[in-house]
């Protein structure tokens, strides 16, 4: 399958300002490419790993998010891309580091929504996009963190004591404050990146710490709602 005529646009998953190409296309061509993206990652890891949790549910809804943005192509004259995914993927050798995956696309997700939303005034197309993030942020950004969990056992890793998961806590917590409360930039975002594609760096208790922290931020979060 061709690549699309903006690919590289697409891959960014941010508006250039200098494009040519008009904002909103840009937005709806990013937006719905990515959702492409993660819909194809999760039909590759349940053809390798079988009708596993949480990718199950969750591919379907990434199908019901790219499908809630088409529409809005069609209405502002916005060509669909190609979704050309399958050729590119390809799935981590374990089940947990399919869950590591889910979280650090999840992350990405939040936050190229962010941009987004930045760039775009139509009142509908907000609509949508917020909707999409808050589904990232609410329901598959924690159900990959709970498989991470669920997987390891923090508290039961003896690799990795408590001590140390203070540590990586404290020093990657401003990180993702700035991350959900938009306050980010692309280099932000690449070293936080940097921190969580863990067991494929730095070894399991690396990863461990990561999603701790992650599992820490929104129960605080939670609970100051």
């Not at 404290?170 to 940097?194: A, H, I, P, R, W």
Request: proline content about 3%.
């Amino acid at each position: 399958m061709e690549e699309n005529y903006d690919e590289q646009l697409l891959l960014s998953q941010r508006i250039d300002i200098n494009s040519e190409q008009p904002i909103v296309s840009q937005v709806l061509r990013i937006a719905v490419y990515d959702e492409f993206k993660a819909y194809e990652t999760y039909t590759k890891i349940i053809e390798e790993f079988g009708f596993v949790q949480p990718f199950v549910n969750i591919k379907e809804a990434e199908a019901i998010h790219y499908s809630a943005l088409i529409p809005l192509l069609e209405k502002y004259g916005v060509e669909v891309p190609s979704n050309n995914w399958a050729l590119k993927i390809e799935v981590p050798k374990t089940y947990v580091e399919c869950c590591e995956l889910g979280v650090a696309s999840e992350i990405k997700n939040i936050a190229m929504y962010d941009n987004l939303l930045f760039h775009v005034q139509e009142e509908d197309i907000r609509d949508v996009l917020f909707r999409l993030q808050a589904a990232s942020y609410n329901n598959h950004l924690p159900a990959f963190r709970n498989c991470v969990i669920n997987h390891y056992g923090v508290s039961n890793n003896s690799e990795f004591n408590q001590e140390d998961l203070m540590q990586k806590l404290g020093e990657y917590q401003g990180l993702l404050d700035d991350l959900m409360t938009g306050n980010v930039d692309q280099n932000k975002l690449t070293e936080l990146f940097s921190k969580l594609n863990i067991s494929m760096i730095s070894g399991v208790g690396f990863g461990s710490a990561s999603v701790a922290l992650l599992n820490t931020y929104l129960n605080n979060k939670n609970n100051k709602e």
